[in-house]
């Protein structure tokens, strides 16, 4: 990657120290140009991995052509996967970095006063990446807020599977199991209740920290 692709795609300007990232820059800190940049790489480049960054950046940004490219990233997702490792486990991280670009969609066009879009754009590729977690090991919990603070109750179908086809392989999904539980015990408790009863566990029977005590 070329120092300018580099630095259209990562640069934090000096006095963004709020930003973990250039995803999270504020629109103030995105100039035009560079916008335009990113598309550019996005429509033009050929490598993959270059195009999916450009995507995940516009998308981000609330740019609806990194949108646009985010949902054919998830409906094929075979070729795109690979792109991001875990810095421990080593297992793809790829469709957890798309799906914090759709939350941060989201919020950028919900502070534009658009939710009611956003919720709708967001709303299918975000059930594909959840059902492609349920026998990946990447985490989800990235949107999980959107459910709790938002009321996404369109979403708790998909987290039921979710849960059902995670507490299937314990060994594979670590923390996701507890997490998940966490969430549909707050936002929709007659279910996970009455699957740790089915299961004869209690929620803190799947925190990993317990466990590793025991």
Known sequence: ?????????????????????????????????RI?????????????????L????????????????????????????????????GHDETFK??????????????????????????????VKIIHLSNDRPFEIADMFWLVKREEFRDFIPALREHLLAISAHPELH?????????LLLKVDAEFASGFLKRVGKSHDDFNLNKTLKD
Request: hydrophobic share 40%; aromatic share 10%; charged share 30%.
């Open 97 to 126: 970095f798309v799906l914090r670009s759709l939350v941060g969609y989201f919020c950028r066009l919900a502070d534009a006063g658009e939710s009611e879009k956003a919720r709708a754009d967001i709303y299918e590729p975000m």
């Open 1 to 33: 990657m070329d120092d300018k692709i580099n630095e259209l795609l990562h640069f934090v300007p000096q006095h963004a120290d709020y930003a973990v990232d250039a995803t999270d820059l504020d629109s103030e800190d995105i100039p035009d140009r």
């Open 174 to 182: 670590r923390w996701k199991i507890y997490d998940v539980l966490e």
């Open 36 to 52: 335009a940049g990113v598309t550019e790489l996005l429509s033009t480049h050929p490598d993959e991995g270059v195009r999916l």
């Open 54 to 89: 450009a995507a995940r950046l516009l998308t981000s940004w609330g740019v609806q052509e990194g949108l646009s490219y985010t949902v054919h990233i998830v409906d094929h997702f075979e070729a795109f996967g690979g792109f991001d490792s875990h810095r421990l486990h």
